[in-house]
């Protein structure tokens, strides 16, 4: 099973600079018969917020794309659509407190090593809670720490 973090997801509905990147990866997941990608309590708030950003940022000029309120709410609405639709990604429940604990032990383990993000850390221990063996994502740092421990990365 494979887990995408907020990176992938912005990149993927928002048309930011690796929207087709991202697509080509969904294709293959479909493609491929493999389950949809978990959508956690995690990455349903990190994507709201994700795409509040990329308003912020085109506002700002540090985004490439135009983003503007309405495109966030049309975005975000078709995200939960599609979730609840469960073909590309789904609705999944996650265990807190085994999140916490695997947490605990990745940071424990690597940040002082390698300065791990808490999201990066967060997302990491959701992938490894949920059973999965791959992590989606096109932030440097948290495909880092997928790798260390043993997920394949895209």
Avoid at 56 to 62: A, D, E, I, K, L
Avoid at 140 to 150: D, Q
Wanted: hydrophobic share 50%; net charge neutral; aromatic share 10%.
């Amino acid at each position: 099973m494979i887990y995408a973090d907020t990176n992938f997801f912005t990149n993927y509905l928002a048309g930011l600079a690796l929207q087709a990147e991202a697509a080509v990866l969904a294709a293959k997941l479909v493609a491929s018969k493999e389950p949809p990608l978990p959508v956690t309590w995690l990455l349903r708030l990190e994507v709201i917020n994700g795409l509040q950003q990329c308003v912020f940022m085109s506002r700002n000029g540090t985004l490439q794309n135009r983003f503007v309120p309405e495109m966030a709410a049309v975005v975000e609405a078709q995200f939960f659509d599609e979730a609840d639709a469960g073909m590309t990604f789904r609705h999944c429940g996650l265990d807190a407190a085994r999140v916490e604990i695997m947490f605990r032990d990745l940071s424990h383990r690597h940040t002082a090593k390698e300065g791990f993000r808490t999201y990066d850390i967060l997302h990491v221990a959701s992938a490894l809670v949920l059973g999965c063996d791959s992590f989606w994502s096109f932030d440097v740092k948290a495909k880092k720490l997928a790798k260390l421990e043993g997920l394949k990365v895209n």
